[in-house]
């Protein structure tokens, strides 16, 4: 199949998945056309399958709002026609879904014959705060409702969207996926593991977009609870607008020296697959990937029991699960497994065993491709 993908290539969980999707479907034949305003993150354009179109969105001074969306959804149209797209592909709802609609009315209109299908895959934000907003949720709705076919990327998600948008139209679960080939154990890490902890520490890992929703304070909280009890340290990877104050934060309790503040980083694999245990405080997750990824490097979390994250972590056996804000449950889960390596090891290999029965890339990856398949057959 020839495969047009569209996400946000530079932040949040949608834009990973979507990349990886886009990955794992040249990997098995298919020929993929990233259409985006940036080159993906975690792109590696090389492969033979793999194109790669900017979106230009001009800057007159008169647009004090760059219409983004038109220039997407024109990208699109001639993209789709320059290289006979079976289908767009587009991951978070606004605006991909509204200017994946636009290309495939543009693309009738010049040629009534040409119907160009396009999948809307609902990631969280798109539906739990963004779509919620009502100058966004009428045309969010209308978009999901005119797309060819619907996915969300856990139960809950697709529960919520029908539910508040009052939406009447199939909504198929495929869950997000890991590669379980690349994101493993890494026994060899020590190196690694070196350059921040020495070899009676514990490393703790929190990965995120470092956005209000993640509770960043409380990652700092339920860690400097853990570091008062064992010898540990904080690996913090990722960027966003919370850095700052989670900065602030670790010097106003002297701890600046055990947490490091990463930032965005390649080899996510390598850095989770030596850690010990995943943060995961947040105050909404549709499903929480970075928990998944962690799962797979034999890293349990300690998590909050929101949205679709209990779908992701089994309490007590790949996890815990807390009630959000509640770091003292949090920090005695985090303690009590740190403290016992043998529980520790076991739950590892339980979060492993979950990852590859459930979530592997290669159980979801076919399951897209039998998705797009059936959208094919219905329009043709
Ligand atoms: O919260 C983020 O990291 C961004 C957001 C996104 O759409 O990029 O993440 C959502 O999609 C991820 C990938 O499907 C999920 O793992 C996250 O749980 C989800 N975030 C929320 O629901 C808050």
Not at 177 to 187: E, M, P, S
Request: aromatic share 8%; hydrophobic share 40%.
């Amino acid at each position: 199949m020839k495969i047009g993908i569209t996400c946000y290539p530079t932040y949040g969980g949608s834009g990973v998945v979507a990349t990886e999707l886009g990955m794992e479907l040249a990997e098995r034949g298919h020929e993929v056309h990233f259409i985006t305003y940036k080159q993906p993150i975690r792109l590696n354009a090389q492969h033979p399958n793999i194109h790669f179109h900017e979106v230009d969105v001009s800057n007159y001074p008169l647009f004090e709002y760059p219409p983004y969306d038109l220039a997407l959804a024109t990208r699109m149209a001639e993209v789709a026609e320059l290289h006979q797209l079976d289908l767009l592909h587009v991951h978070y709802a606004i605006p991909h879904s509204v200017s994946a609609m636009l290309a495939r009315q543009m693309l009738a209109a010049a040629t009534p014959a040409r119907h160009l299908p396009f999948v809307t895959t609902l990631h969280g934000t798109d539906i739990t705060v963004v779509g919620a907003d009502r100058s966004y949720l009428p045309i969010t709705r209308y978009s999901i409702e005119q797309s060819d076919g619907v996915t969300a990327i856990s139960s809950y998600l697709r529960d919520v969207t029908i539910r508040e948008f009052e939406i009447n139209y199939p909504i198929a679960v495929v869950p997000n996926f890991v590669n379980c080939d690349l994101y493993l154990r890494y026994a060899d890490a020590k190196k690694l593991r070196k350059e921040y902890a020495s070899d009676d520490e514990r490393v703790v890992v929190h990965l995120s977009n470092f956005r209000p929703v993640k509770r960043i304070p409380d990652v700092i909280e339920i860690f400097d609870r853990v570091q008062k009890k064992l010898p540990a340290r904080l690996l913090m990877i990722g960027d966003g607008p919370d850095r700052s104050q989670a900065e602030w934060l670790t010097r106003r309790k002297g701890i600046q020296d055990r947490v490091h503040f990463l930032g965005k980083q390649n080899e996510i694999n390598m850095k989770l697959g030596m850690a010990d245990l995943m943060l995961m405080p947040s105050e909404l997750e549709s499903f929480g990937l970075a928990a998944l990824e962690a799962m797979a490097c034999e890293v349990p979390s300690v998590a909050t029991n929101v949205g679709g994250v209990p779908e992701v972590i089994d309490h007590g056996v790949t996890g815990f699960l807390a009630n959000v804000g509640d770091v003292e449950t949090m920090a005695r889960y985090a303690i009590g497994l740190l403290s016992d390596e043998t529980k520790l090891r076991e739950m590892g290999k339980a979060a492993r065993r979950a990852a590859q029965s459930r979530f592997c890339a290669s159980k979801i990856i076919p399951q897209y491709e039998e998705f797009y398949r059936t959208v094919l057959e219905r329009v043709s």
